[in-house]
């Protein structure tokens, strides 16, 4: 299946030879196609006069580095372009069809950037090791194949769904009901946990890195908005059919043993140690579960914000002081976010009143979750406590967070179905 097995991470080679079909044909191929026409997604992609099984013609990358195609040309001669899924720092992700298994594959295609490269080259080792562990590969997204085409890594997944945020975003931000946010929630920590008795911290959990298995969702009536809403759509919301996820993007994943000296984790699901720079390790993947969580019940990040100070003024706000031992500890760098070592300077160091705002606006934990969630409120509570501890030494574990009594509900009724 690999193109390019590695023997180990650390021997992995640096450069590759080019590939067959990396190099410009020296003569135009002979079979053509007059006309080709593709229906995907209720739309047709026109594409006359291209080889079929062929390479598309050598162009340059664009300006950032990013692979330029064109719908309906092949990325090799086995994986032809059905269109574009998403786009993000590493490159873009493209969905396309398999001509020699007959499936259809997402194509993760980075940027021909050297950092990027050598991110996307670790990526797939961390992705080889989760499958060699993974039976059933029902934990993280199955890498099929990878290969090196026209100085861009590319890797081959199965396809899934969209990912919890674009299922969010496209529903209005509306929050799942428990018994949904249950089931992830399990799923979730039992990844999580996974990837940690391999000795694998994944660094970047987030809506958008937990993607749905399957598309196919149903509308059901939406008794919050029903009363105070006054269009027809706001009477229903979409949920999704099955509560099967699984974890993507390991380009930030880390290795027990390697460096934990850089910052880590997209902002709103950055844990407190990482602000401070007191050093990371497994317990910043918890905090961002219990970020998660708390989105998922509620609709929105609990921490929006940009910045360090207003991002610890706000946890302050929601889960109460930073215990002192935490702020002693705290290196060089986050010093000016407190006053003499003792009490955050907050609101002084405020730079604005929309920021001092944002924070007042926000509820204390136990508050937020009980305007969201009607049954299992006080469990779901002490779970988010657990997992959202300022001190990582006494974060819950994840298999601890499993065997939690939120978790702990009969599946025969309050199970997640539709």
């Known amino acids: 299946m690999m193109e390019f097995p590695l023997k180990n991470m650390d021997k992995r080679p640096r450069k590759r030879p080019r590939l067959a079909w990396d190099v410009p044909p020296p003569l135009p191929l002979p079979k053509v196609i007059p006309a080709y026409n593709y229906a995907h997604s ?8 291209m080889p079929r099984y062929g390479s598309p013609p050598w162009r340059p990358d664009d300006k950032d580095g990013h692979y330029v195609f064109v719908i309906g040309e092949n990325i090799t001669p086995r ?8 786009e993000g720092t590493f ?7 398999d001509n020699e298994n007959k499936e259809v594959v997402a194509i993760k295609v980075v940027r021909s950037i050297h950092k990027y490269r050598e991110a996307a080259m670790i990526e797939i080792d961390v992705l ?10 029902s934990r993280c997204v199955q890498i099929r194949n990878w290969f090196d085409y026209r100085n861009h890594i590319c890797i081959v997944f199965e396809k899934l769904g969209p990912s919890l945020y674009d299922f969010l975003r496209k529903n209005s931000y509306r929050s799942f009901p428990i018994d949904l946010v249950r089931e992830v929630g399990r799923q979730l920590l039992e990844s999580v946990a996974f990837m940690h008795d391999l000795h694998l911290i994944h660094t970047d959990l987030k809506p958008e890195n937990i993607l749905l298995v399957s598309s196919e969702y149903v509308k059901v009536p939406d008794y919050k908005f029903l009363a105070r809403s006054t269009k027809y759509g706001s009477y229903f ?6 509560s099967a996820i699984k974890l ?8 027990e043993h390697q460096d934990h000296s850089y910052v880590v984790s997209t902002r709103h699901y950055r844990a407190p140690e990482v602000i401070l720079g007191l050093g990371w390790n497994y317990p910043c993947d918890l905090w961002s579960v219990g970020c998660i969580l708390v989105e998922l019940c509620s609709g929105e990040a609990l921490f929006q914000t940009h910045e360090n100070l207003e991002h610890l003024a706000m946890m302050e706000r929601v889960l109460g002081p930073i215990p002192q031992h935490l702020v002693l500890k705290a290196d060089h760098l986050a010093e000016k976010y407190f006053r003499s070592h003792s009490r955050l300077d907050w609101p002084d160091g405020a730079t604005s009143r929309e920021s001092m705002r944002a924070v007042c606006k926000l509820p204390r934990l136990p508050n937020l979750i009980m305007q969201h969630v ?10 988010v406590q657990g997992l959202l501890r300022y001190d990582p030494a006494e974060r819950l574990k994840a298999r601890e967070a499993l065997r939690h009594p939120f978790f702990m509900r009969d599946p025969r009724r309050f199970g997640y179905t539709l």
């Open 42 to 49: 209720s739309s047709v992609f026109y594409n006359r006069g």
């Open 79 to 86: 994986y032809r372009i059905l269109g574009k899924m998403g």
């Open 91 to 97: 490159g873009q992700v493209l969905e396309c069809f």
């Open 128 to 137: 080889q090791r989760l499958a060699r562990h993974d039976v059933g590969g």
């Open 237 to 242: 919301k979409n949920l999704p059919k099955s």
């Open 248 to 255: 993507i993007d390991f380009g930030s994943t880390t290795f």
């Open 374 to 383: 009607d049954h299992s409120a006080g469990d779901l509570i002490d779970l």
